[in-house]
């Protein structure tokens, strides 16, 4: 068990993944910057209930992402930019605001089960196709300005997983039980799940905005 900083966000950080964040309120500013003082660690956590910005300390899950702070910038007007790149998963056993103006929590690792490789390598294989198919709907769409021709999956499945659950393009909170599940296989499941349905939906918007393009141009 250990004690770290809460920090509340409208996002799910997942390990080995990075997360750029602009700090401009006073409570999380000296947050950052006692977690710069000792040992640059925060743990990142989505809101349960409540507001990100101003007001009462908000609600946060349960289960976050230790967060190692990487990079940053003090900008004149006192705000901050930092990077966080995603360490261990952990889970909050309480959590107070008795001392500092933010939230601090008492948390324990959270480690995730590796039950059957030959399962998860097998499940990352389909996986990886459906990310890839999922990048390249996103490049058709116009919803991401990417360059693939360089892009390959992680050969190795935890990074794949957290990979791919970061990059889709869906509110956080469906991106939180992915973060909770018992093992990896459970996540790839339902990562997997997501990819499906999410590519079905860019097949739809593609094909009936190229629908509409030919129609227009026939028009013209």
């Known amino acids: ?85 995603g360490m261990d998963r952990f889970r909050i056993l309480n959590s107070s605001a008795d001392i500092q103006p933010y939230l601090v929590g008492s948390v324990e690792n959270d480690p995730i089960e590796l039950p059957s490789l030959i399962q998860v390598h097998r499940q990352s294989r389909r996986l990886a196709a459906s990310l890839q198919r999922y990048l390249v709907g996103l490049s058709l769409a116009k919803i991401e300005n990417m360059d693939l021709s360089r892009f390959a999956p992680p050969d190795d499945p935890m990074s794949l997983v957290f990979l791919a659950a970061a990059l889709l393009q869906i509110p956080p909170y469906e991106k939180q039980p992915i973060l909770e599940a018992t093992s990896i296989n459970q996540m790839m499941e339902m990562v997997e799940r997501l990819y499906r349905r999410e590519n079905g939906l860019m097949t739809t918007i593609n094909a009936t905005e190229g629908d509409s393009a030919r129609r227009a141009a026939w028009l013209n």
Not at 5 to 22: E, K, R, S, T
Not at 51 to 67: F, H, N
């Open 1 to 85: 068990m250990r004690e770290i900083p809460l920090f509340p966000l409208n996002a799910v950080l997942f390990p080995g993944m990075p997360l750029h964040l602009h700090v401009f309120e006073d409570r999380y500013k000296l947050m950052v910057n006692h977690s710069l003082a000792e040992d640059s660690l925060l743990g990142i956590v989505l809101i349960h209930q409540g507001l990100e910005a101003l007001g009462p300390l908000p609600q946060p899950y349960p289960v976050g992402t230790l967060g190692r702070i990487v990079e940053w910038e003090l900008l004149q007007d006192g705000c901050m930019n930092i990077t966080v790149l």
